[in-house]
């Protein structure tokens, strides 16, 4: 059973990929096929993350030294991972009905981005995170660019991958400390690190998971990404690429808890983003606009979760705001592909047109308001009351920035909600031409996300909220206090009313989204190109004067050792063989005049020599005789010679 479950979450993350490599490489091929294949894959993946979140599987495999590759469904993953699943599938789905061309590049990268987050969802160890993260992070720019012939749409897409990255650096720190302090790159064993190692490590999560979360300083990135396609919008900002940001912090909130001050700093990011990026939301006029700004804000309370401990609260804001806002985000796209407009003026009477579109985004908004019985309405409430006891000055902020959500949620119902003013036609077809119709497969996902929008308060009031937090192994959450409950509902109710009633001032000021990327181009972008500037004139006053002095200096030197070679070392050369000439001519005389002619005449001699042996060689008889009898004569002499010699006589 154990190897089963093991299979399961590593074909949740392989089959999705490779098929989405494969669309992306298949061109107009599979133009006509490639919505229903990913839909097909996208259920095959809702199916086996609610399988893997029963069985709660554990995956590792040798990466690099010191850390394994490693998957793991703890209470946390098992929650969340089934809920991203199912708002990716429900995205497909509209997707399909709202994608025209280049479709298999656009689901192929779809399927990919939803790899990425699963194996962010279930990343036990840095190096895998590090490698969901980049994954993440390149497919969504690839994503938010996706209409690349578009200029703006580009633009757009670098400024959220430019921005996220810049913040992606801290969790390369974060994982240099773990190495360095030596406390291993296991996500668990990040707290245990030791000295000042884990300022370190929390530090670097907590910047990376604020820029992810389009928190403050980095939300002004979530704007420009709004240009992408609105599936894109409906998936990445509701339960994926924004939301991982703050399960992340959600993940590591003990390190924060650890260190004595980043978790304090993540409560009060998130609180502040959630009162500012409030203000912003209230002050739009771009539907898609308010969206984006509001989920910086939601995704506040998440941030302010995890620094207050409230892992169960944050947990259940999460996956209930994913489903509100992939509604939200979903009905905003229908609505654009059918007018051609986002603008909330050109939208006056969009949901009496549509009343079923209508019905869905009209329970999105009042969830996303806070009013009970609501699904936001108890999650958001159970963050406050962590809070609360954390710090009654950031449970007042955080409870300004709920007042807000009321607000921008009911300015949302006021202008869809209202008759349609007389000329509102004019006003189609700003930002593409409007096919002034929704199709079934445009609608009909919009049912179970307002269905789930309704009824996912259960995850923050017993008893399913006291069997979230066993599962999270939450002790510190405060059990919901139904005095705050009604209190906090009946003010976000009577918001509702007010804002419906009587409207909401323009805020001018906030609409350009509190100038914060005015003030990244004039605090990071200009100094880092002023930086850039001045390297470069270094470069090409010191660094290429002294290479190129440096080059005069050794073409000098080369001369100089060119000429001593020309005048010493090849005339030495030429010398040497000369005198080898003239030694060899010497020689050859020598030969020529001595040993030669020694030669000839010793082999003169030896010719007469042989001539002379020759002679007696007649072959006759008695001559040989004759010839015995001589030399044993002679020998015989010599005997007697040499008997006398020695005998002294």
Excluded: N
Excluded at 261 to 272: D, H, K, R, S
Excluded at 494 to 523: D, M, S, T
């Amino acid at each position: 059973m154990a190897v089963l479950s093991q299979a399961a979450l590593v074909i949740a993350v392989l089959f999705p990929a490779t098929v989405g490599v494969l669309l992306c490489l298949g061109g107009s091929r599979i133009r006509r096929s490639a919505s229903t294949v990913a839909v097909v894959v996208a259920a095959g993946g809702l199916v086996l993350a609610s399988a893997v979140a029963l069985t709660r599987p554990v995956v590792s495999v040798p990466f690099v030294a010191g850390a394994d590759f490693a998957l793991a469904v703890d209470g946390l993953a098992a929650l969340v991972l089934p809920a991203v699943a199912a708002v990716a599938l429900l995205v497909l789905v509209f997707a399909g009905g709202d994608i025209r061309g280049a479709t298999g590049r656009f689901f192929g990268l779809m399927l990919l981005f939803s790899a990425a987050v699963t194996v962010t969802v279930t990343a036990a160890t840095l190096p895998t995170l590090l490698v969901a993260w980049e994954v993440m992070g390149a497919t969504s720019y690839a994503l938010i660019g996706f209409r690349w012939r578009r200029s703006h749409d580009v633009a757009a897409g670098e400024t959220a991958f430019l921005t996220t990255r810049l913040a992606d650096l801290g969790l390369y720190a974060a994982a240099a400390a773990a190495l360095a302090g030596g406390a291993g790159w296991a996500l668990a064993d990040l707290p245990a690190a030791p000295g000042g190692w884990v300022h370190v490590a929390a530090g670097g999560v907590l910047v990376a998971a604020l820029g992810k979360a389009a928190q403050l300083p980095f939300s002004f990135w979530l704007s420009r990404a709004m240009q992408g396609p609105s599936p894109v919008s409906a998936l990445l900002h509701s339960a994926a690429m924004v939301a991982m940001g703050g399960f992340l912090l959600l993940r590591t909130a003990p390190l924060l808890a650890a260190t004595g001050w980043a978790a304090t700093v993540a409560a009060w990011a998130g609180a502040v983003t959630a009162v500012l990026l409030g203000l912003v939301a209230v002050a739009q006029r771009d539907l898609k606009q308010l969206l984006a700004a509001s989920t910086s804000a939601q995704l506040g309370f998440v941030v302010l979760a995890a620094g207050v401990s409230a892992v169960a609260g944050g947990t259940a804001h999460l996956i209930a705001h994913a489903a509100t806002k992939a509604l939200l985000f979903l009905a905003a796209g229908a609505w654009l592909s059918a007018l051609g407009t986002r603008e909330l003026a050109a939208l006056r009477g969009a949901a009496r047109r549509w009343p079923l579109v209508g019905v869905c985004a009209g329970v999105g908004a009042v969830t996303l308001a806070g009013v009970p019985p609501l699904s936001l309405w108890a999650t958001k409430d159970e963050v406050l009351a962590a809070a609360r006891e954390a710090s009654v000055p950031l449970y007042l902020t955080g409870l300004v920035g709920a007042v807000l959500s009321a607000a921008y949620a009911a300015k949302v119902l006021r202008v869809v909600l209202a008759s349609a003013p007389v000329g509102v036609q004019d006003r189609y077809d700003q930002q593409e031409r409007g096919t002034r119709r929704i199709g079934e497969a445009e609608w009909w996902p919009m049912v179970p996300l307002a269905a789930a929008a309704a009824v996912l308060s259960v995850l923050a009031l017993p008893p399913v909220g006291s069997a979230v937090r066993r599962v999270l192994g939450d002790t510190t959450s405060p059990s919901p206090d139904w005095t705050s409950l009604l209190l906090t509902g009946a003010v976000s109710a009577a918001v509702v009313v007010l804002v419906v009633w009587r409207g909401l001032p323009a805020l001018r000021w906030a609409a350009g989204w509190l100038g914060l990327e005015r003030a990244a181009h004039r605090l990071v972008v200009r100094p880092v190109l002023a930086l850039a500037d001045g390297l470069a004139r270094f470069d090409d006053r010191v660094v290429d004067g002294g290479v190129r002095g440096a080059a005069s200096m050794a073409r000098a030197a080369a001369q100089r050792v060119a000429r001593f070679d020309d005048r010493a070392v090849d005339g030495a050369v030429r010398g040497a063989a000369r005198g080898g000439v003239r030694l060899a001519d010497v020689t050859a005389r020598v030969d020529e005049a001595g040993i030669d002619r020694a030669v000839q005449t010793i082999a003169r001699g030896a010719r007469r020599l042989g001539t002379l042996a020759r002679r007696p060689q007649t072959g006759q008889l008695h001559q040989y005789y004759a010839q015995v009898v001589i030399v044993l004569g002679a020998a015989a002499a010599l005997a007697a010679v040499s008997v006398l010699f020695m005998t002294g006589g």
